[in-house]
């Protein structure tokens, strides 16, 4: 019980009072009457006495009553008080027990989050890390390629460079040669000039037939000369040139061949659905290899959407087998007597094209 119901108990204790007064007040009237029918007049003094007595009597028990109440509803209220207390302190205890009981869930939930966040987190570093050494090989092999390539190169110009230098060394020694020739000729002058006179004082022959002998020995000798230089000279400019005009034209293609190669080797032709590479290719594939053999043209099916492509290094070839295959999607039978028809058909448009 509560304070409130404490007072409860007192207000009633007093209301049992007062009905307990007023029901005494009410038979001390009605004995009184009663005894004032029955007896005289001159004695109505022993009869108040004895209603006083019993309403003092009446007051004194309800007194007693109110203040046994009262102890009572006090005691009560003790006894709740004391035992709200102890409801009390139990619940703060439980309370307590509860808040530890969640501080230590929670606290556990908290190491468990921080753990799967750390592993979480480790797991994303790891795949990081694996992520940035695979990158890091890729562009040391990277790095490599192009180093071995730059290598490679730098020795290509330097081949280039010594060839230059030698083709320079030539040079300088076909004009050393020529300069000797020059002096040769020269001498050779002195010497026929000397045989001229030689010849006229021996042989008594006139100036103009020593000449003539002379020109036609020394244009006879000269000829043989100048053939064999010539021919010395082409033979060796012939191999130099060709040697470096090879080197040349392999560091081009090495520089430019990838792209300059798709462009120029590979034709694509479309086709009106990814079903008709089946029908391209045939049972067990013998459309394509009776095309491939009849074109001579690699037919490439991959998985480009509705589209193949032909590969060969000779442009007419690649445009006749492009021409054949379009005329076959067309047409829609593919077989080899037909393809061989497509064939001679498209043959004779890209030779009219040509001429």
């Not at 049992?16 to 005289?40: G, S």
């Not at 990838?258 to 659905?273: G, R």
Request: hydrophobic residues 45%.
């Amino acid at each position: 019980m509560s304070s409130t119901d404490a007072t409860l108990a007192a207000v009633l204790a007093l209301v049992v009072l007062l009905v307990v007064t007023v029901v005494a007040v009410v038979l001390w009237l009605a004995l009184r009457k009663a005894r004032t029918a029955h007896q005289p007049a001159a004695e109505p003094a022993p009869d108040v006495a004895a209603a006083l007595a019993e309403i003092a009597d009446a007051r004194q028990r309800a007194a007693a009553e109110q203040a046994a109440i009262v102890r009572s509803a006090e005691a009560d209220a003790g006894a709740v008080r004391r035992s709200a207390e102890t409801d009390a302190e139990g619940l703060r205890r439980a309370a307590e027990r509860d808040a530890e009981s969640i501080r230590r869930q929670a606290e556990i939930s908290a190491s468990n989050a921080a753990l799967e966040a750390r592993r979480s987190l480790d797991d994303e570093l790891r795949a990081l890390a694996d992520e940035s050494h695979t990158l890091r090989l890729d562009l040391e092999r990277r790095e490599q390629r192009i180093g071995e390539r730059e290598s490679r190169l730098d020795d290509e110009a330097r081949r280039i460079e010594e060839e230059s230098r030698r083709v320079q060394a030539r040079e300088l020694d076909l004009a050393a040669q020529d300069s000797q020739l020059r002096a040769l000729r020269a001498e050779l002058q002195d010497v026929e000039a000397e045989r001229r006179l030689i010849l006229e004082r021996v042989a008594g022959l006139t100036a103009t037939e020593a000449k003539a002998e002379l020109v036609h020995g020394i244009e006879n000798q000269a000829k043989r000369e100048a053939a064999i230089i010539v021919r010395d000279i082409e033979t060796e400019a012939r191999d130099t040139g060709e040697e470096r005009a090879r080197k040349i034209v392999t560091l081009a293609i090495q520089r430019v061949a990838s792209d300059q190669t798709a462009e120029s080797v590979v034709s694509v032709v479309h086709l009106p659905s990814d079903d008709m590479k089946g029908r391209i290719i045939g049972r067990e594939g013998r459309n394509i290899r009776a095309f491939e053999q009849v074109t001579g043209v690699n037919l490439i099916i991959d998985d480009t959407p509705e589209a193949v492509l032909l590969s060969s290094f000779d442009p007419v070839r690649r445009e006749t087998a492009r021409l054949v295959l379009e005329k076959l999607v067309l047409d829609g039978r593919i077989h080899p007597q037909r393809i061989e028809e497509m064939y001679e058909r498209s043959k004779g448009e890209v030779e009219a094209l040509c001429l």
